[in-house]
């Protein structure tokens, strides 16, 4: 009888899942109907939008041109800055969403060429910018906002320090805007402790 009973319970288990599953299947097919045709032109409307450089894009422009870098580099806090020339060339690509700027130069006695990428994500609402050079193998990113009246900019992202070990530790950028012709580019380390401190500072003076 317990067998029988077990059985029973086990069978009446087993179809209620069923069905259950089955009525879970039924309501994400549901969910997933196509679109109408006016919920797809609502839908391409909005993706246009978030897709075409805007106003916040117009504010890149004083960027694009070719550049007399200065590069500072410090190691530390108390450390003496090792300081390096170079040039940089920054011009619009996918049709004025994104700038790319292209530098070599000398950094901490070394030939240093790197990559840079920056835009506006209007979905996120966010700069964003990544960098690659020939220092290292990371790609590495950040998003922020601008302050539109001092013309300084502030991105936060995440960097990896294969010197000590540390992985995914939270790196401030900081871009201050200083006339049509000069801006300057900072990059802060140890960001929220009391040894925070700058240790890199990129002037760029317009060439042409």
Not at 44 to 61: I, N, Q, T
Not at 169 to 182: L, Q
Not at 183 to 195: K, M
Request: charged share 25%.
């Amino acid at each position: 009888m317990r067998i029988l009973v077990c059985a029973t319970l086990l069978a009446v288990a087993i179809v209620a899942a069923s069905a259950q599953t089955i009525a879970q299947q039924k309501d994400n097919k549901a969910s997933r109907r196509e679109p109408s045709a006016a919920e797809m032109q609502e839908m391409m409307k909005k993706w246009m939008e978030v897709a075409s450089p805007g106003p916040a894009h117009r504010f890149l422009d004083q960027f694009a041109g070719k550049w007399d870098t200065v590069t500072r580099v410090w190691m530390s806090r108390d450390a003496k800055a090792s300081e390096g020339k170079g040039t940089a060339e920054t011009r619009w690509v996918m049709d004025g969403r994104y700038l790319i700027e292209e530098a070599s130069g000398q950094m901490m006695g070394m030939p240093h060429n790197s990559l840079l990428t920056i835009g506006y994500d209007n979905f996120k609402k966010k700069y964003v910018i990544s960098y690659i050079d020939n220092m290292g193998t990371a790609i590495y990113t950040g998003e922020g906002d601008l302050d539109e009246a001092t013309k300084v900019m502030t991105l936060y992202g995440k960097m990896d320090e294969p010197m000590t070990g540390e992985k995914d530790k939270t790196v401030r950028y900081v871009i201050r805007v200083t006339s049509k012709d000069k801006y300057i580019f900072e990059a802060y380390d140890l960001i929220g402790t009391p040894h925070e401190f700058k240790g890199v500072e990129v002037t760029y003076t317009r060439r042409q």
